[in-house]
């Protein structure tokens, strides 16, 4: 497997990374409503991140919904050459947002819908022993505290095909690139 170092400031992963990069939201909802653009996936640099929001959600999967799922998942596929397990991750018992700002002044509430955020909140919660407050502020250090105010953080945004089109803005954030904030860039 080949990885990309993250040498000079992650010099090489920027490269990649900021190829084409959203600061106007009006516009990059505008890109995902287009269908003859329909941009699902993105990456968003935020002018500022104003607040990080937690919000206590139930703690369970709608059984209704799970059953669903698990039926369709029996019903099985006839492209499939093997049976895949039927397996439900742990729900998280809360929601991570960022409110954040554009170019232009424009205010969003993102959902923060990234696996690392999750698995953070699990390692915290493990290590302080079942106390969620200590965990959700752990989390909220990490994500608001060092990557919103101490680093350059830039948004991998993404859509769902459920809400594609029919939502307001369909994006929720499913990954954060944090580099090192650079007073001057390299010459070379």
Known sequence: MNTIDTKGNWF?????????IHTDIKKLI???????V?????????????????EKVASNW?????????ALNDQGNLFDMEEL????????????????????????TMMIED??????????????????????EKVKEKYFDYFALKKDLHLYLGTTKAFHYRSKNPFMIIGTF???????????
Do not use: M
Not at 41 to 54: E, H, Q, S
Not at 178 to 188: G, K, N, R, W
């Open 12 to 20: 090489k992963r920027k490269q990649i990374v900021f190829n084409n």
């Open 30 to 36: 505008a890109e995902a409503h287009d269908k003859n």
């Open 38 to 54: 329909c941009t699902s996936l993105a990456v968003f640099k935020p002018t500022k991140v104003i607040d990080f929001k937690i």
């Open 62 to 70: 709608d059984k209704k919904k799970v059953a669903q799922l698990k």
């Open 85 to 108: 397990p039927f397996e439900i991750v742990e729900k998280l018992p809360y929601k991570f947002s960022y409110v954040i700002e554009d170019v232009n002044g424009v205010s969003s």
């Open 115 to 136: 696996w690392e955020i999750g698995q953070l909140y699990r390692n915290t919660l493990a290590a302080a022993e079942g106390n969620e407050a200590i965990a959700v």
């Open 178 to 188: 944090t580099p090192d904030i650079e007073i001057q860039t390299s010459l070379f």
